[in-house]
């Protein structure tokens, strides 16, 4: 079942019908704990700072206290949400974009419910939280449709997953905006991190370093690769696993090329006013490296195998 602020919620619930019905019945008492995340001070990720993954847009990833990693994330959301299932000894994040919403929970309660299931052998029962952090109040409220999506996501998949599943956090749409002129609003946390030691959730911000591996080659797919969510770590074998996949019809990716950043802002974001300074680069070296590999499963995928990275001395270095 779908806890929040110990009550019971089905997809069929009234809170459920809207965003202003969810947030009269429980914005008061999901306030504070928005509130004190929001208002912390957000810390710069350096690839030297930790044993880090990087979750990029449509991506998650589940791991576990017993994986050298210390520390998961993501950031350059402004619209887009963050997803984070916790217990004692799990932390499962993603990145949502409004893109096959409902099978990226399905997937990331599959993969957190399979490691859940191997960690009670021995463990015992844990409880299980959700964090919901990102988006904002934009005019085209994009990012209240995505947080209503997800709210709904997890109280019809919990009861078919047999998972009991508590809100613990929501920090998202109008419980993550500030008031900013000449801009009538944006978000106030564009990324967040996860101290997978001591479970503390927090605003961040990571060098374009520490996003390796393979990050340009990640976000190519978000644009071009396709709508579901990836899972980019292997439990079992623990290393990162990007499995081999191509783009769409690239035809007009030349053309996006050429145009000027002005034009990339405005017509390749949901949010153009409030886009972190990298975001027109960053698109521009997704689509650089699109136009020159067609097709990554011949270019980049060598016979269609996927690329590994393992945790070496804290960093991720290419397996065979």
Known sequence: MFCVCQENIKPTNECLQSYRSFIEKFGKQLTKKAKTLTSRKAQEIEVADHPLLYVTQ?????????????????????????????????????????????????????SFGSQLTKLNN??????????????FL????????????????????CAEFGMEVHLETFACSSFNTCETFPIPSAPIVYGVAVSVETGDIFPAVFSE???????VLRGAYSLYGGGRMRNIYNNEKKYIEIESFTFGDTSSVRELLRRNDDWILKNLSTSPDVEPKNFVSNIRQSLSFIYQ????????????????????????????
């Open 58 to 110: 449509r991506e998650f990833a589940t791991i576990s206290k017993f994986d050298n990693i210390g520390m998961i994330g993501t950031d350059m959301m402004t619209t887009c949400h963050c997803v984070i299932i916790t217990s004692a000894h799990l932390t499962s994040l993603g990145h949502f974009d409004g893109c096959c919403t409902l099978e990226g929970i399905s997937d990331m309660l599959t």
């Open 122 to 135: 021995s463990l015992g029962g844990e409880v299980i939280k959700l964090h919901l952090i990102g988006g």
């Open 138 to 157: 934009d005019d085209r409220e994009t990012s209240v449709e995505l947080s209503m999506e997800i709210l709904n996501g997890f109280a019809l998949l």
């Open 209 to 215: 370093e520490s996003k390796h591996p393979a990050h």
């Open 293 to 320: 590999n067609s097709d990554p499963a011949k270019s980049v995928f060598k016979n269609n195998k996927s690329l590994k990275y393992r945790l070496t001395a804290d960093t991720w270095t290419a397996i065979g």
